[in-house]
């Protein structure tokens, strides 16, 4: 049973246009909601981090929404560079879980 | 800088001759957790330790065994290397927020079996 579902699975865009990307959850009890970025040949990072007490947060050209009622929530990255082009995974986790569920990834293509 | 180590970054074995990898942090975090990570699939989760509490997942195989001695280090052995296991494995650490937080991954191991 998969538990975090994202989309699309991948994703092409001109450069200086909004990406968008969307995970939905299942379970409740996730009260953590971290994305991640990964390029080729390198662990993922953290890119940026919702608890569900906001309904959206935003560091620089990314934003995480966030909809609690409906389960979902999605990153858009404004101005999108080539340099953001890259694998970007959702992930939801619970206090005292002591593990994250991740999406199955999105992968990324600005075009110049 | 603190970080997540990992070594070797590359390995190469054959099939069914054993191999460790390793993983070393400077985070002093109290979770340190083991991924396999497939061609464009997620990473997923074979077993993390909570300090010395060892929590392993129930699809994990046999074949995968880990050993943590002490807050820093974290070792992944597979017994016997099968071509199915050649993937990237990830280690990443977390603080001791039991999950409900952020990981911080190290670059990976890519195993290669021929």
């Known amino acids: 049973q998969q538990q975090v579902k994202q989309s699309p699975q991948s994703l092409i865009v001109q450069k200086g246009g909004i990406s968008i990307i969307n995970c939905a959850y299942e379970n409740t009890a996730f009260d953590y909601f971290p994305w991640y970025q990964q390029f080729p040949g390198k662990g993922p990072a953290l890119l940026i981090a919702i608890r569900p007490d906001v309904s959206e947060k935003k560091e620089g050209r990314f934003t995480i929404s966030f909809n609690k009622s409906a389960k979902q929530f999605s990153l858009h990255i404004m101005d999108s560079q080539p340099g953001d082009s890259a694998t970007y995974f959702c992930?939801?986790?619970?206090?005292?879980?002591?593990?994250?569920?991740f999406g199955d990834g999105t992968t990324l293509t600005v075009k110049p | 800088d603190a970080m997540v180590i990992q070594n070797p970054r590359y390995q190469v074995t054959q099939f069914g001759k054993p191999v460790t990898l390793s993983c070393s942090q400077t985070?002093?975090?109290?979770?340190m957790y083991w991924y396999q990570q497939k061609s464009s699939q997620a990473p997923k989760l074979l077993f993390h330790?909570?300090?010395?509490?060892?929590?392993n997942e129930a699809d994990t195989p046999d074949n995968f065994q880990s050993r943590r001695p002490n807050t820093s280090f974290c070792f992944l052995d597979i017994r016997s290397p099968g071509l199915g296991d050649a993937a990237m494995y990830l280690c990443?650490?977390?603080?001791?927020?039991?999950?409900?937080?952020?990981?911080?991954f190290g670059p990976g191991t890519r195993l290669t079996v021929l």
């Open positions: 990443a650490t977390s603080t001791g927020g039991r999950g409900a937080d952020t990981q911080y």
């Open positions: 985070l002093n975090h109290n979770v």
């Open positions: 992930a939801a986790s619970a206090t005292n879980a002591g593990k994250s569920t």
């Open positions: 330790y909570y300090d010395k509490d060892f929590n």
